[in-house]
């Protein structure tokens, strides 16, 4: 692990990759410094365990844990540290995202994940910043100018989409 990593990105599978490279897209937008492993809640007991564990001594500060079907890895990382864990249940199997999202979001009192929308890994990653910029400043600058594009693209689409309405008529 990169000790000067402060987000530690984990997904149960490479199968899960996909989805969770939408929350490396954000972070190096951001240019948070992370670190991505696969470590599956049951098939790397351990070895999950091991990782959250160590993580906060790594110099990590914040947990995003991807995974689908049965997806308990989110729930195991945050029962092994009490750093912040962000859960996205991912869609795959027979019930598409549905057993992933109750099975990370439904945590029993004392042990809390955060979990965002079934593949909801962009969202981890701003969630991640937002938790960080409370002792990064240069984030929050970061993240109001996200959101400002944001708008400011918005608005734009909008006017666009009035001029070519008036058009029509
Ligand atoms: C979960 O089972 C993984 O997170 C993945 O979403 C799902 C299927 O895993 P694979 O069979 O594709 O490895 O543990």
Request: aromatic share 4%.
């Amino acid at each position: 692990m990169k000790s000067k990593s402060l987000v530690l990105i984990l997904m149960g599978s490479d199968s899960d990759l996909p989805v969770m490279e939408k929350a490396v897209e954000v972070l190096k937008e951001f240019e948070v410094p992370y670190d991505i492993a696969i470590s599956s809640a049951h098939r790397l007991p351990d070895e999950t365990a091991q990782l959250a564990k160590s993580a906060r001594d790594n110099g990590i500060e914040v947990i995003i844990a991807g995974a689908g079907m049965s997806a308990h890895l989110a729930g195991v990382v945050a029962a092994n540290t009490t750093l912040p864990v962000i859960g996205v249940p991912i869609k795959s199997g027979a019930l598409n995202g549905i057993d992933s999202l109750y099975s990370t979001v439904q945590m029993p009192p004392g042990i809390p994940v955060a979990t965002v929308a079934i593949d909801g890994a962009k969202n981890a990653a701003y969630l991640a910043c937002s938790i960080l910029s409370i002792k990064y400043p240069h984030l929050v600058d970061k993240l109001k100018r996200f959101r400002d594009d944001t708008k400011n693209k918005l608005i734009k689409k909008s006017e666009e989409l009035k001029k070519k309405q008036e058009k029509q008529i």
